[in-house]
């Protein structure tokens, strides 16, 4: 089961553009480009968090070091 998580980075809580949410599913998200596709080195692409909102499904990438997740509490 998806953990539920509510993001922030720094002091700014991070909510959805679409409906105002601030809980979100988090998955690691590849950044593919054609030059490594076309060399077999997809592996080494950079990599986002993905934070799909769990009320409308949106999803925002994020390649910033300092965002943070926190579980929501059940």
């Known amino acids: ?12 809580t991070i909510h959805c553009p679409t409906c105002g949410g601030d809980v979100f599913r ?3 998200v590849k950044l593919n480009s054609t030059g490594m596709e076309f060399f077999n080195l997809a592996w080494a692409n950079e990599s986002a968090t993905g ?4 009320s409308c499904g949106y ?6 070091p ?5 579980r929501v509490q059940d």
Not at 51 to 54: F, G, Q, V
Not at 66 to 70: A, N, P, R
């Open 1 to 12: 089961m998806a953990k539920h998580v509510h993001a922030r980075i720094g002091e700014r």
């Open 66 to 70: 300092h965002l943070s997740l926190y």
């Open 59 to 64: 999803v925002q990438l994020f390649v910033n």
């Open 26 to 28: 988090e998955r690691e």
């Open 51 to 54: 934070l799909i909102c769990w």
